[in-house]
């Protein structure tokens, strides 16, 4: 007769079989704090009892049933701890009697094969993996539970969400708060080729607009660079095509604050495009900006 497995090792299973299984449909440890969870382990825990004490019955019966010599044998297992019965199950070295038993009839080169019973660990994890490939695999074909493109539409979506959150938690960058920052560069070329393009060209080198890139503007109420191109974008410039995108409401204070770094970059940090490049001839008195 076979010693059983003990019942709390069955329900520490239990517990560890529910915490993978939760997690891979709610994908995150957020369970751990649901009644839900707690409430089927306990549910589990239970049955588990339930099943243990139906096992001690049938052991019993089966106990009362064997020889004084298999009783004995029995009792002498069971005082062997279960972690040290399960070591000896998987690595034991048989003796030679033991391996007359389970000596197959066939061999090469003197070499003799045993049939040696697989470990009770290695046949639990391969029906466990079977099992959980079962699973596995009807949840991504039937359902969006690890379905690349339904993951990746629900964390753009949180992250789009998070990024709304966060500007309309943030105060409105005004020409007081606006600062130059070349992580904004990139923004701004955005906002730029979106808006002003039309206008300026690609590059700023000008066209129904005036060139951005070199050193002569006609308006300059501020006395950096930075600052002047935002209260332009801003304001705008009464008498000529260049609106108040800011004070219109098409451009946020962020957006206006992005194609100024820009228009900053390619006027300070780049060649000018001159009239020989296909850049618009000077418009305005030459400029002395002070340095941001």
């Known amino acids: 007769m076979k010693q059983r497995t003990p019942v709390v090792v069955n329900i520490l299973i239990i517990i560890g079989l529910l915490i993978v299984f939760y997690y891979l449909f709610v994908q995150s440890y957020a369970f751990l704090g649901s009644p839900y969870f707690w409430g089927t382990v306990v549910i589990a825990g239970i049955l588990a009892y339930i099943h243990s004490a139906i096992g001690d019955l049938i052991e019993n019966n089966k ?10 044998a029995y009792l002498a297992e069971k005082k062997v701890p279960f972690f040290k019965r399960m070591y000896a199950a998987a690595f034991k070295k048989q003796s030679d009697t033991e391996e007359k038993d389970i000596l197959i009839d066939h061999g090469f080169d003197g070499i003799m094969e045993l049939d040696n019973q697989l470990p009770k660990w290695w046949v639990g994890l391969f029906y466990f993996g079977t099992a959980f490939c079962i699973v596995y695999i009807a949840a991504y074909s039937f359902t969006d539970f690890a379905h690349p493109l339904s993951e990746y539409e629900k964390e ?3 992250q789009m969400a998070a990024i709304d959150k966060y500007m309309k938690e943030q105060p409105p960058v005004t020409i007081e708060s606006a600062k130059y920052s070349a992580d904004n560069i990139a923004a701004g070329e955005e906002v730029f080729k979106t808006n002003c393009v039309s206008c300026h060209s690609d590059g700023g080198r000008g066209g ?3 060139n951005l890139t070199d050193n002569y503007w006609h308006n300059q109420p501020e006395k950096t660079l930075f600052k002047n191109v935002f209260h332009v974008v801003e304001n705008g410039v ?3 095509a260049m609106q108040a995108w800011g004070k219109n409401g098409v451009l946020t204070g962020n957006d206006i604050q992005n194609v100024a770094a820009y228009v900053y ?3 300070q940090e780049q060649p000018p495009i001159t009239p020989a490049q296909g850049g618009a001839t000077p418009y305005g008195e030459e400029a002395h900006w002070e340095k941001e």
């Not at 106990?63 to 298999?70: A, M, V, W």
């Open 208 to 210: 129904i607009g005036p």
């Open 63 to 72: 106990f009362k049933k064997l020889s004084p010599e298999e009783k004995a």
């Open 238 to 240: 009464t008498g000529t």
């Open 265 to 267: 970059h390619i006027n």
């Open 156 to 158: 753009y979506k949180e």
